[in-house]
């Protein structure tokens, strides 16, 4: 289960990772985001660790840069979503 905020900063940002939305309500939101099973992480570091676990190429990304990939959305609260869906 995703907490309301991880759902709205997901509505709020989907087009910068889908051309086009994929959810329209929290609850279109929640049932995406556990269909392609993102993940929250709690910090820069667990994200660095989440996309060296799953071997996604970065191109180099180190650090911060991993922050700016599509499939990363800054929660707001020092948490941040992955969506790799």
């Known amino acids: 289960m995703f907490d309301d905020d991880v759902l709205e900063c997901f509505l709020e940002n989907q087009l910068q990772l889908f051309p086009e939305r994929v959810a ?6 929640q049932d995406f985001l556990e269909s392609c099973m993102a993940v929250v992480a709690d910090s820069v570091e667990e994200v660095i660790e989440f996309f060296e676990d799953e071997g996604i190429d970065m191109d180099g990304a180190v650090g911060d840069e991993i922050l700016e990939a599509d499939e990363v959305f ?3 609260d020092g948490r941040y979503l992955i969506v790799t869906g």
């Open 24 to 29: 329209e309500t929290l609850e279109e939101a």
């Open 74 to 76: 800054d929660v707001g």
